[in-house]
């Protein structure tokens, strides 16, 4: 029995198994399966209220998921599936409270992995999925990292490889009458809109619905993690090294020339390989046990919208 098999074969039998997506590795169970799906939230520790997302192997099965699914959204998978984006959709009277917390809407996406896609299609059927880690914290990129951070609650992870993307998927609320990204991802916006024929709305409203990774508070390491401006950070180093703090940097090393035995993880000036690079970075300066991170913030402009986005929520959580 291969790998993808046993992992199929598991996850009909209601364990958990964690497998890896172009964004981050998601911690799976069978969506349709409610005893499943509370091992997702007791191993994360995740509120009951917070839904997930639903993994689909492919488009054909939106019926099986939501009801009066406007034709944009056929255009959007077509679009984009496989790939980074969940779209809000109104839910299929057979969902259950625990996958949408409640709500009437319900998150479904196609990942762009091929391992991912061989055990959607082995198992036939959705696969709730959030990121294989405690709730809050940084999300893995890795096999190890979920095997670090939940270890005997997997009951399997399936290996492939660093993600591509390495920041959580596009979310798109279609359930009202515009279409509106509740949380930034890589994907242009430029692009969505050009299969909308509009631009899309930009952050939730208070008649939103709740989606993964919208809390204020989220994506944190333990240490605690400040955001400042590049041209602030050697300034905020004085200040925390005068009293006495332990602090790793996460910056062009160019800035921290001055400075001796400051650990510094490098950051790339490319979005794209910033965010591919981010989590990784964060565990990796986590694990030093020191006071502080450091972060310079990125340019504030729109290929940086997501980075951004989850540089101030894991600041925000880490205090």
């Known amino acids: 029995m291969n790998e993808v098999v046993r992992a199929a074969a598991l996850l009909r039998a209601g364990e958990l198994v964690a497998f890896p997506t172009e964004t981050v590795y998601g911690l799976g169970a069978d969506a349709s399966n409610p005893g499943a799906i509370a091992r997702i939230f007791a191993a994360k520790g995740r509120p009951a209220d917070h839904p997930l997302i639903v993994h689909l192997p492919d488009a054909g099965q939106l019926e099986c998921w939501a009801v009066d699914i406007p034709e944009a959204a056929h255009g959007l998978a077509a679009a984009f599936w496989p790939g980074p984006l969940t779209l809000i959709l109104r839910r299929h009277p057979s969902v259950s409270d625990a996958i949408t917390g409640g709500q009437d809407t319900v998150g ?187 972060v310079a913030a990125p340019p504030e402009e729109e290929a940086w919208r997501a980075v951004n986005d989850r540089l101030r929520r894991a600041a925000a959580g880490s205090k």
């Open 108 to 294: 479904l996406r196609v990942p762009n992995h091929p391992l991912a896609l061989q055990l959607l299609r082995e198992f036939g059927g959705g696969v709730a999925a959030p990121s294989a880690n405690r709730f809050g914290r940084v999300s893995p990129t890795t096999a190890a990292h979920v095997r670090d951070e939940l270890g005997a609650a997997v009951s399997m992870i399936l290996d492939g490889g660093p993600c591509a993307v390495g920041i959580e998927s596009t979310i798109l609320d279609l359930s009202g009458d515009r279409a509106r990204i509740l949380r930034p991802g890589m994907l242009d916006v430029a692009a969505i809109a050009a299969v909308l024929g509009y631009p899309p709305a930009l952050g939730a409203e208070r008649s939103s619905p709740r989606v993964s990774g919208a809390l204020e508070t989220h994506y944190a390491p333990a240490t605690e993690l400040q955001l400042v401006a590049a041209g602030e950070l050697a300034q905020a180093l004085r200040v925390g090294l005068a009293a006495g703090r332990r602090i790793a940097v996460l910056t062009d090393p160019q800035l921290l020339q001055a400075y001796e035995g400051i650990a510094c993880h490098p950051a790339s000036p490319d979005p794209v390989r910033f965010a591919h690079d981010l989590y990784a970075a964060l565990r990796e300066l986590d694990a030093l046990g020191g006071d502080l991170i450091l």
